[in-house]
Nanobody, 123 residues
């Protein structure tokens, strides 16, 4: 599976960004997807995940009510809508594929990763 994340950039606090992650190489619609982020000097942390059917989603407490994950299986793409951005959201954001069939936030269990896209939120 190849994953290509895009949509990052520089935004002021309170602003919005929409990240996209395009997948290729396997049957995208069968697999759960996740978004993670990693700030300088910090470990990679879970942001959100979505089941293959979009029925189940999971969010980190830090982004609940501000971020929304969605997917379009026809386009092999998963999205991350980020609203009310804060400086502490600044990080490289990664999308990942999980083949286990379980919606979860453990990065060690994800099987394929994209290259990441930088999100910078200025105060």
């Amino acid at each position: 599976v190849q994953l290509q994340a895009s949509g990052g950039g520089l935004v002021q606090a309170g602003g919005s960004l929409r990240l996209s992650c395009a997948a290729s190489g396997r049957t995208f619609s069968r697999y759960n997807m996740g978004w993670f982020r990693q700030a300088p000097g910090k470990e990679r942390e879970f942001v959100t995940a979505i089941s293959w059917s979009s029925i189940t989603t999971q969010y980190a407490d830090s982004v609940k009510g501000r971020f929304t994950i969605s997917r379009d299986n026809a386009k092999n793409t998963v999205y991350l809508q980020m609203n009310s951005l804060k400086p502490e959201d600044t990080a490289v954001y990664y999308c990942a594929v999980d083949l286990s069939g379980v919606v979860h936030g453990n990065p060690d269990w994800y099987d394929y990763w994209g290259q990441g896209t930088q999100v910078t939120v200025s105060s």
